[in-house]
T-cell receptor, first 112, second 110 residues
Framework: DGGITQSPKYLFRKEGQNVTLSCEQN?????MYWYRQDPGQGLRLIYY???????QKGDIAEGYSVSREKKESFPLTVTSAQKNPTAFYLC???????????FGDGTRLSIL | AQRVTQPEKLLSVFKGAPVELKCNYS??????LFWYVQYSRQRLQLLLR??SRESIKGFTADLNKGETSFHLKKPFAQEEDSAMYYC????????????FGTGTRLKVLA
């Protein structure tokens, strides 16, 4: 089904390399989010965006960057400054910033 | 500190037994509380939220502001309830927050 599409499903990064994770939604939601999921730690908020051309840092934004040039797209770049990037990344969207979130299938990032 | 605590990593119950998944929160302000569920090979999805006060798949959750809890309950567990359950909080007191607990894996045994 549609909703939120994350790609790729698996991604490998070399040391010192930036990589970009894609997140697209066709739900016409204003708000979008990026989370990182590590074993035993639940989901931690990296960045969020309430509206196009605006985004805010979450709890663990260091080493990550985002853009929100279109309502349906919210790509996440994992930069070389992120020293421990191996994790499962989830993208979500909602109609508003305290509303229930709809999630994608996630991207698993590993370091070569 | 603002946090959501789910004390049990794993909860095993027999089919037909009552289920209670615990969630406690710490937040200064009036938060919105949610339960999300992730079944095997499926996306994380909303199960219920406290303001709707509805029962979904037989589950209910009552917000207890005095005890700062939002426990998820079901009187008779079914095998298809086996999944990972996350309690979450959202709020705008101070800076915006959307906080997830670490999750509880529920296993319903036949």
């Amino acid at each position: 089904d549609g909703g939120i599409t994350q790609s790729p499903k698996y991604l490998f990064r070399k040391e010192g390399q930036n990589v970009t994770l894609s997140c697209e939604q066709n739900l016409n939601h204003d708000a979008m989010y990026w989370y990182r999921q590590d074993p035993g730690q639940g989901l931690r908020l990296i960045y969020y965006s309430q509206i196009v051309n605006d985004f805010q840092k979450g709890d663990i934004a260091e080493g990550y960057s985002v853009s929100r040039e279109k309502k349906e797209s919210f790509p996440l770049t994992v930069t070389s400054a992120q020293k421990n990037p191996t994790a499962f990344y989830l993208c979500a969207s909602s109609t508003g910033w305290v509303q229930p979130q709809h999630f994608g299938d996630g991207t698993r990032l590993s370091i070569l | 500190a603002q946090r959501v605590t789910q004390p049990e990593k794993l909860l095993s119950v027999f089919k037909g037994a009552p289920v209670e998944l615990k969630c406690n929160y710490s937040y200064s302000g009036s938060p919105e509380l949610f339960w999300y569920v992730q079944y095997s090979r499926q996306r994380l999805q909303l199960l219920l939220r406290h303001i709707s006060r509805e029962s979904i798949k037989g589950f209910t959750a009552d917000l207890n502001k005095g005890e700062t809890s939002f426990h998820l309950k079901k009187p008779f567990a079914q095998e298809e309830d086996s999944a990972m359950y996350y309690c979450a909080l959202s709020g705008t007191s101070g800076t915006y927050k959307y906080i997830f607990g670490t999750g509880t894996r529920l296993k319903v045994l036949a």
